[in-house]
């Protein structure tokens, strides 16, 4: 079963900063967070993962509450191409992806 | 470079037919999974190598499911006598951990149909 708790759809308006919140509060210390990203009739893609500090690469951020229990992916500017079926994963290092239902983020003109 | 590859895209299987799909991995990536996902569903592990070993096979629904990479390279998703809840979208992904840190790479999926 998933470890993560996500909203099972969000809006977000074309421009504007997306932030998808996520919530694993059985998360333990050797866990990573990864998120990827679903775009239709794709296979998912990589976004971006962390184990508890913040991180920044050129498709999103990832803030890690300092608990570990949530965490927040940030699209600062998004398009329409970023609609997309967005999961958060907890995982040891090694270990096999989880998939949940996750996120599906719709980002309106 | 290229991604990881699958074939054939989209598949029709009648009821109790065989089919075989298949997979090419990123070049180099020693690690290759396989995973089922259902309509409106997330991704469902089925079956990981390293190299042409398969290491867990665990998520393989039944013993009609069958997975090979004999060279660590190429693998093949076979399924024997289809039934109609095999229809899913079949994806591959391939990592390598000589990056240092692993992520998966995912193919586009083979989505399979079975009347």
């Known amino acids: 079963d998933a470890k993560t708790t996500q909203p099972p759809s969000m809006d977000c308006a074309e421009g504007r900063a997306a932030n998808l919140p996520c919530n694993h509060s059985?998360?333990?210390?050797?866990?990573?967070v990864y998120w990827y990203r679903q775009i239709h009739s794709q296979g998912p893609q990589y976004i971006i993962h962390?184990?508890?500090n913040n991180e920044t690469n050129e498709m999103a951020s990832l803030i890690i509450t300092e608990d570990r229990k949530s965490s927040t992916l940030i699209l600062p500017h998004a398009t329409l191409r970023d609609t997309a079926v967005y999961y958060c994963?907890?995982?040891?290092?090694?270990?096999?992806?989880?998939f949940g239902p996750g996120t599906r983020l719709s980002v309106l003109p | 470079g290229a991604g990881v590859s699958q074939s054939p895209r989209y598949k029709v299987a009648k009821r109790g037919q065989d089919v075989a799909l298949r997979c090419d991995p990123i070049s180099g990536h020693v690690s290759l999974f396989w995973y089922q996902q259902a309509l409106g569903q997330g991704p469902e592990f089925l079956t990981y190598?390293?190299?042409?070993?398969?290491?867990?096979k665990s998520g393989l629904p039944s013993d009609r499911f069958f997975a090979e990479r004999p060279e660590g390279s190429v693998s093949t998703l076979k399924i024997q006598r289809t039934q109609q809840e095999d229809s899913a979208v079949y994806l591959c992904?391939?990592?390598?951990?000589?990056?240092?840190?692993?992520?998966?790479?995912f193919g586009p999926g083979t989505r399979l149909l079975v009347l």
């Open positions: 992904a391939s990592s390598s951990r000589r990056q240092g840190w692993e992520t998966q790479y």
């Open positions: 962390g184990l508890k």
């Open positions: 994963i907890v995982r040891v290092y090694g270990q096999n992806f989880v």
């Open positions: 190598f390293q190299n042409e070993a398969q290491l867990d």
């Open positions: 059985t998360i333990s210390g050797n866990e990573y």
